[in-house]
């Protein structure tokens, strides 16, 4: 089955700095890769994903980049703001045709600090 | 619209008792996956229906647990006896059921602790 890792498990970085997460998985039919956010308390949210046929996405702030080839795929967070402290996680979904589970990472707790 | 939403967000029970979970998943959504993540781990797949039908149950850890989504709407996880490493949060999500909606909506999870 898949497997995901997910780097550094807590990552501190001031307010207005750049902060990145990596994964890499280990199934290379593997197609889509989503992120999720986990605010204290709350549920873990989509902000971003990519699908296996797209080697990067931007959204405002926040990046996503796929390398297949290395089986690797990062989160990039560019001018850091202290909402963005949160548990992140990054997840793979094979590619069965239909729907089907995610297999995630063990998780990056961010801390922006003022 | 309202997101998926789970019953009770926190339990704790002792050894040996039993615990059932509820999801009620987005309006819609035929696809419903039960998650769990135990103390500083991975959120760790444990199944997937596809309306009632459970498609894939392989994340399930043994038959002290079981789940139902009768009538393809709600869905409910049981554990019964529950053990001292059952304790996590257990997550519900929901999809709408196009190939390619691949979008997992998360609940707010149940926290179980078992004493």
């Known amino acids: 089955g898949e497997n995901v890792e997910q780097h550094p498990s807590t990552l501190s970085v001031q307010e207005g700095d750049s902060a990145v997460i990596k994964c890499t998985y280990s199934?290379?039919?593997?197609?889509?890769f989503p992120w999720y956010k986990q605010e204290l308390g709350k549920r873990p949210q989509l902000i971003i994903d990519?699908?296996?046929?797209?080697g990067e996405k931007k959204d405002q702030r926040i990046a996503v980049t796929l390398n297949k080839t290395a089986k690797h795929f990062s989160l990039h967070i560019t001018e850091t703001q202290p909402e963005d402290s949160a548990v992140y996680f990054c997840?793979?979904?094979?590619?069965?045709?239909?729907?089907?589970?995610?297999?995630f990472g063990t998780g990056t707790r961010l801390q922006v600090t003022l | 619209e309202a997101g998926v939403t789970q019953f009770p967000s926190h339990s704790v029970i002792e050894k040996g008792q039993t615990v059932t979970l509820r999801c009620d998943p987005i309006?819609?959504?035929?696809?419903l996956y039960w998650y769990r993540r135990v103390m500083g781990k991975e959120i760790k797949f444990l199944l997937h229906?596809?309306?009632?039908?459970?498609?894939?149950e392989s994340g399930m850890p043994n038959n002290r647990f079981l789940a139902e989504r009768t009538g393809g709407t709600y869905s409910t996880l049981k554990v019964q006896p529950a053990e001292l490493e059952d304790s996590g949060v257990y997550f519900c999500?929901?999809?709408?059921?196009?190939?390619?909606?691949?979008?997992?909506?998360f609940g707010p999870g149940t926290r179980l602790l078992v004493l």
């Open positions: 309006s819609g959504h035929d696809n």
């Open positions: 999500a929901s999809s709408y059921k196009g190939r390619f909606q691949e979008t997992q909506y």
């Open positions: 229906f596809v309306k009632e039908s459970k498609q894939d």
């Open positions: 997840a793979a979904r094979l590619n069965t045709g239909t729907a089907s589970k995610l297999t």
């Open positions: 990519i699908r296996s046929n797209v």
């Open positions: 199934d290379s039919a593997s197609n889509y």
